[in-house]
């Protein structure tokens, strides 16, 4: 069963920026596709990036296109989200998903913009 454990994530007022991270383990993270997905309260989970294992291939939801950036470090087992000009309605718990459209995800981190 696939290990996925997110963190970076906190408090940050509208505009700013976070750095989010997932390291893997037990799985082979190398040769997986990945994503990131996101649940805010009282809403359906929502897909927001996948990436191939080479990195070749990304996709995102156009309501983060431009301001989100997913990358993967495979000699360190770990999947990040660089998100930029953040604003109220990206308020959510982010995690990780071992999947390009999401599947099973570990522990998430919570994000919360104020404005």
């Known amino acids: 069963e696939a290990q996925l454990v997110a963190s970076g994530g906190g408090l940050v007022q509208t505009g700013g920026s976070l750095r989010l991270s997932c390291e893997a383990s037990v799985f082979s993270f190398s040769t997986s596709d990945m994503s990131w997905v996101r649940q805010a309260p009282g809403k359906p989970l929502e897909w927001l990036s996948g990436?191939?294992?080479?990195?070749?291939?990304?996709e995102y939801r156009d309501s983060v296109k431009g301001r989100f950036t997913i990358s993967r470090d495979n000699a360190k087992s770990t999947l990040y989200l660089q998100m930029n000009n953040l604003k109220s309605e990206d308020t959510a718990m982010y995690y990780c998903?071992?999947?390009?459209?999401?599947?099973?995800r570990g522990q998430g981190t919570q994000v919360t913009v104020s404005s």
């Open positions: 998903s071992k999947g390009f459209h999401g599947g099973s």
């Open positions: 990436i191939n294992p080479d990195g070749t291939s990304i």
